[in-house]
């Protein structure tokens, strides 16, 4: 799940395997069904993997975005929905892993008609695949794939859905690093912190709206003007910097794509946390390795950024909001569990959140 390639590698990985032994996809539990899907009257390219039912039907978002070669999109998609397997286990809901790829740049290649094309392709998994949002996708496209398919969670509240998951997935991640905090610093307190948050899109911002609250200070980095722009506006106090990993940090918060924890970042980060939204942050599992020896605290990323899925299913569910709020804050016990399973038995926080997922995933078999 962790491991990314780079565009001419994934090309190459993929022109020497057979998709069944891709090395993103045969990895135990191994990917159940990888669905291509095209229309050719709206350009939609899409590909939507269901990694994993045992626990419940797959839900995870959609992510569109200008991918540089293809094998970059089958590579992502992968990833993500395996991700999203660890990720509902963990979180304790009964569902399974999925995720699908638009590949396009969504400033130019999105319109209305290929989202309701989507749509059909997502109705045609009758249910095995229930999607929602994520890079690239807002609660305004949910709407518009909705007009395909029932199978779509986060539709905007005038659409008949709870909006977009990402102020609970921001809260998620907070309640994490107030887990990481106590353990790393003794305290939750976060005044005088600085917080690096990388990516202000609708995540990002929203996680620095709570960290300001907080008292910590954020530093932000985005390379998309108008995510800047809408920062600087928000938050005049918060400093935009070009990179936030180089910078002096207490915490690192990854918002934007994965693969950004590399050996060299773990190796230099001044950072005594990482804790962040993105999917797939490190680029290899032995990363953490680094990152241990030089006592930097990484909590996963599928612990930490669980409350979209939570608000998802909560509201597939029709639970109350105040139940979906309540679960995304027990991140916080569930995020300070791990890393004192992590502690107590002498193994990463990787391999203490695995140890939760294999449970749950052995009591479904
Ligand atoms: N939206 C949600 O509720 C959830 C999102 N996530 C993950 O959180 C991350 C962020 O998601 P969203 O905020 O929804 O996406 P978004 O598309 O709204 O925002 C991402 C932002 O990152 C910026 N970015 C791209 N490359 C960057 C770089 N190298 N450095 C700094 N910024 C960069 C983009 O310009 C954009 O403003 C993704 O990895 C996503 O998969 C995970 C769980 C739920
Ligand atoms: O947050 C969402 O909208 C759905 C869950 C998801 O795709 C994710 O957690 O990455």
Redesign the pocket.
């Given at each position: 799940m962790t491991t990314a390639h780079s565009s001419s590698e994934a090309t190459r990985v993929l022109a020497q395997t057979s998709v069944f032994s891709h090395p993103d996809m045969s990895i135990d539990p191994p990917h159940e069904q990888v669905v291509f899907c095209r229309d050719a009257e709206t350009g939609l390219r899409a590909i939507i993997a269901v990694h994993n039912t045992a626990l419940g039907p797959a839900l995870g978002?959609t992510?569109m975005y200008p991918y540089a070669a293809e094998a970059d999109a089958v590579g992502d998609v992968l990833r993500?929905s395996r991700g999203m397997t660890f990720k509902s286990a963990a979180a304790g809901l009964d569902l399974g892993g999925g995720k699908a790829v638009i590949i396009g740049d969504p400033a130019v290649h999105k319109s209305p008609d290929l989202l309701r094309a989507y749509g059909r392709f997502v109705d045609t998994l009758g249910g095995r695949y229930i999607t929602a949002?994520?890079?690239?996708t807002t609660s305004d496209d949910m709407d518009l794939i909705g007009e395909g398919t029932s199978y779509v969670a986060s539709k905007t509240v005038a659409g008949g859905g709870w909006g977009?998951?990402?102020p609970?997935?921001a809260l998620g991640v907070f309640y994490s690093l107030l887990a990481a905090a106590e353990r790393v610093w003794g305290s939750a307190d976060l005044t005088g912190r600085t917080v690096g948050v990388?990516?202000?899109?609708?995540?990002?911002v929203q996680l620095a709206d709570l960290l300001t609250g907080a008292g910590a200070t954020v530093l932000a980095?985005?390379?998309?003007a108008p995510?800047r722009e809408a920062f600087a506006a928000r938050f005049p106090q918060a400093r935009i910097v070009d990179d936030v990993r180089s910078a002096q940090l207490d915490v690192y918060a990854p918002?934007?794509?994965?693969g950004?924890v590399t050996e060299t970042l773990a190796g230099e980060t001044a950072a005594a946390i990482i804790c962040?939204?993105?999917?797939?942050q490190l680029t290899s599992p032995s990363v953490e390795q680094v990152l241990g020896a030089r006592g930097v605290t990484w909590v996963p990323d599928y612990i930490a950024?669980?409350?979209?899925?939570i608000q998802a299913f909560g509201e597939q569910q029709n639970w109350t909001r105040d139940r979906a709020q309540e679960k995304v804050e027990a991140l916080r016990d569930r995020a300070g569990h791990v890393l004192d399973t992590a502690a107590s038995k002498k193994i990463t926080c990787g391999d203490a959140a695995r140890l939760i997922v294999a449970e749950r995933l052995s009591q479904a078999r």
């Open positions: 978002g992510r993500l949002g994520d890079v690239g977009d998951t990402a609970m997935t990388e990516g202000v899109g609708k995540v990002g980095a985005d390379p998309y995510a918002c934007a794509m994965g950004t962040g939204a993105a999917n797939n950024n669980a409350g979209g899925v």
